[in-house]
């Protein structure tokens, strides 16, 4: 033990620092998912075969071996949400987040959110920033408009044929409508979200997209970023938190205000 620390290089503490970091971060991006509950499996799994090696129980011991020799493909499947998350947030660094949008499209989106939230209008608006949000919309219409808060709320009238789904603004234009998005399989989110709020949280887990929902139940207009849901009760801090995300300034004021708006959810939770 002591000649094993004696000849530790600089190197070697290095490549622990790096594996324990990776650890750590595998840890927090699982907790509270149901990957937990199927790492305690296959840990069970592992002690299983171990014991029914010692005590030569031939068939279990070899059913097992088949299992866990191809246990690398079955992680692959079983996490595959996990990986293409934690990949996507590896490729993100905060100097990408920012997407350049007139301040007009936001007043527009704010303004079509808080008109659709008194008439109870429920609405559900995604603003792509880094990574591409191809995938979702091509299950939707492509519509590639101007960016108007009155035809964000004439999709979403219920009687319209594509209020259902959600809208997902490309560079300042509404680019498609009706699209479908992951839903957010986070066991803690608070019960009295239903599914389009759940969707919001499930696309924002995998991307850095910005998404606005309107609940038509509770009135509530809710900023959801990071897998994280911040509701807003007046129209002013909506915009101005809004318009701390989507302008473009310094890495260390993009770092102060998702602090602040992370305060401000810890305050609300
Ligand atoms: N996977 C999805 N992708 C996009 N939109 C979805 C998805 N699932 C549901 N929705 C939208 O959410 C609507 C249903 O919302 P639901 O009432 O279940 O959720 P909610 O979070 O309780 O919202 P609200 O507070 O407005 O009632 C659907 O009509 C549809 O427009």
């Not at 990776?22 to 699982?30: D, E, G």
């Not at 995938?135 to 004439?154: I, K």
Request: charged share 20%.
């Amino acid at each position: 033990m002591l000649d094993a620390i004696r000849f530790l290089r600089l190197l070697d503490i290095l490549d622990i620092l790096i594996v324990s970091f990776i650890i750590y971060r595998i840890m927090l991006l699982i907790r509270g998912t149901r990957a937990v509950q199927m790492l305690v499996g296959i840990a069970l799994i592992i002690i299983i075969y171990f014991l029914a090696g010692k005590f030569e129980l031939q068939t279990l011991h070899w059913l097992l071996k088949t299992f866990l020799g191809s246990i690398l493909v079955v992680l692959v499947i079983l996490f595959q949400t996990d990986i293409r998350r934690a990949l996507t947030q590896m490729g993100k660094t905060p100097f990408h987040k920012t997407v350049d949008m007139a301040e007009k499209d936001l007043d527009e989106i704010v303004r079509a959110a808080t008109y659709m939230a008194r008439r109870r209008i429920g609405a559900l608006i995604v603003i792509e920033r880094g990574t591409g949000l191809r995938d979702y919309v091509d299950t939707g219409h492509r519509l590639d408009a101007r960016l108007r808060a009155e035809l964000l709320v004439a999709i979403f009238l219920p009687a319209s044929p594509m209020h259902d789904g959600g809208v997902i603004i490309h560079k300042g234009r509404i680019h498609s409508s009706g699209c479908l998005l992951p839903l957010s399989q986070n066991p803690r989110i608070d019960k009295r979200y239903g599914t389009r709020h759940r969707a919001a949280l499930g696309l924002s887990e995998e991307t850095d997209a910005i998404v606005i929902v309107v609940s038509e139940e509770t009135q509530e207009i809710s900023l959801v970023q990071q897998g994280r849901i911040t509701p807003f009760h007046d129209e002013k801090t909506l915009r101005s938190a809004l318009g701390a995300l989507m302008t473009p300034r310094s890495a260390s004021t993009l770092w102060a205000s998702w602090l602040n708006l992370w305060k401000r959810h810890a305050h609300d939770a």
